[in-house]
């Protein structure tokens, strides 16, 4: 929808979400320890301990949320000083500007969320987020175009859209968990509720690497939006489409991992560590076949692709984005990979070494070399340095994985 409005608008959006998701990432991260933590407490059925774990996470989430926000407003002083195309710096500020309240409610959704999932109750946040998910893709037709009595707000539209339906989300989540007797369950220990450090320690030491870790991904994401656009508007809209392209299949590829992460944590606890073996090689093999698909797929159709997004007759970005597909494509198997693993890792609550890892293969390898074949090769230059820091990370947590294993396997002989 926002292509529709043209290159510039495609531009803003980016380095808005570049900048948004840099900061939210952190949080999300963090909230990653509650599955696994909620996971292991439902093992030995200790409801008292995921009662305390959910509503100090939802005190922690929601601190985290304000300074994000505040952060965001920093940026806009440093934002007129970044050498990026000066037509699209208004336009971004105005838009960051409203998106950024969201992270007040998307944070504390994100606990029921993952409060849910960690007692393999998966249904309740997937049926809020399609009901939020279409909501905000018919708020994002009225805004952007002015129907139905709607203000005609263009690329602003988008920001007013999702920040409404992310604040459904959180509203419509709470009575659809109160359903379910599992819940309830927990629900009932909250009002013996008392503050304890001990509960917000346990969070933050499986949440704060896991945090760290997302954000040195997602950031080197982000930090590869600002190289592109260095090399000129045309590159940086032409960015934006593959990343949204290849999110889309990571994004089932986070399913993966949040099931990793969640039956792994419950035999975790348990001490299952042959069966945690077993589940490891369905859940990569699957992950894998998947990744291919969207490889091939994204081969196949690499003529047709791009017409999704632009006008035919804006065809001088067609050719970048058709390079970028190819080397994109052609990582799609360790994209899937290193966040299956990553998923695997924090179920056996290992989380401080792959966060070292990540950040080694992205930000000491990848990113230089994206900044280097930019200037040689432009915007397919960025997405193989990229590319490169995927394939390393990927084989760096595999190898941390089996020295894992091994170690619980030889200590339980």
Known sequence: MVSSLGKRSIASVSLSNSVFFMLIIFGLGVTTSISSLISSADAKNNYKKGSMIFIHSIILNSILSIIMYVLTYIFFYIFPYINEPEEIKKETISFLKILSISFIPWMIFEVFRKFSEGLSLIYPSLIVTWISTIMNIVLNYLLINGLLGFPKLGVIGVAYATLISRFFMLILIIPILFKYKKIRNYFSYIKYFSFKKKYIEKILKIGVPSGLHMLFEVGAFAISSFISGKCGLKVLAAHQIVINLVSSTFIIITGFSLIATIRIGNQFALK?????????????????????????????????????????????????????????????????????????????????????IIFFSYWIIGLPISWYLSKKMGGPGVWIGLGIGLTISSVLLFIRYKIIIKKLIKSNE
């Open 272 to 356: 299952k560590y042959f069966k945690i073996k077993e589940t490891v090689t369905s859940i990569i093999i699957m992950g894998a076949i998947f990744m291919l698909i969207c490889s091939f797929l994204f081969l196949f159709f690499k003529n047709y692709i791009p017409y999704i997004y632009i006008k035919k007759n804006d065809t001088e970005i067609v050719p970048i984005i058709k390079k970028m597909i190819v080397v994109a494509s052609i990582f799609q198997l360790f994209d899937g990979l290193q966040g299956i693993i990553s998923g695997i890792l924090r179920g056996l609550q290992d989380v401080t070494i792959p966060m070292y």
